[in-house]
């Protein structure tokens, strides 16, 4: 299960698993977001290109009126699938 | 609990944590490695959700089956009575594309040839069957 909390001053917190199942709920949170935000990845376990998805989808919108997503607290299992997805080069990661 | 389980599951999204769980309890009794389990977690959810996405005629139902034999985990995803669906066989992605040009489409089977050793892919007499090995943590190695 995922939970998501967002406030538009300190941003997004994941926390749970990120998977197929939670696209819709996760995309009604992400399509709230207009302006560059932080996304604290430091409580999620888990993520598959699903997941992916939804961020990418969302950096490409953000992008078109010069913002973006910054992600920081992954843990190392995380952090590989972003590499292995090669979106260590299309995202800000910290 | 033996070296050996399966589960037999619905072709759903909604069915992905049940799954999940499962491979959790299997790991969990095994002792077998975080990493491992992550890569094994990964590879089924990519593995199921094209399975659903892109063989709509498929069986209804998918069984997974899951195996420690020495220092590989061995897993098994079958469905009967279905076209066939070769996940070995797949266009590569662009992992350097800019921002624009990127699409999430075959990543998922990417990401599965990442995080395991081995895929396999049988068809006989309509019954697709997908074999994953991952090569764990092993005292005895």
Known sequence: ?????YDSAAGIRLHGRFDAEEVQNAERVFSGVNTSCVVDFEGL??????GLGVLL??????????????????TPHVRMIFEYA????????D | MALEESYTFRRDVRELSHVAGFIKVFV????????AHFAVDLAVEELITNM????????????IGLRKAGCQLIVTLCESDSPRFDPTRHEEVDLTAALDDRTPGGLGLHLVRRVVDEVHYEYAGRRNTIRLVKSIQCDHA
């Open chain 1, 1 to 5: 299960m995922l939970d998501i909390q």
């Open chain 1, 45 to 50: 376990d888990y993520i598959s290109s699903a």
């Open chain 1, 57 to 74: 989808a969302t950096q490409q919108r953000l992008s078109r009126s010069g913002h973006e997503l910054k992600l920081v607290g992954m």
């Open chain 1, 86 to 93: 090669g979106f260590d080069f299309v995202f800000d990661i």
């Open chain 2, 28 to 35: 969990a009794q095994h002792a077998i490695d975080s990493d």
């Open chain 2, 52 to 63: 659903i996405k892109y063989n709509p005629g498929g069986s209804p139902l998918i069984e």
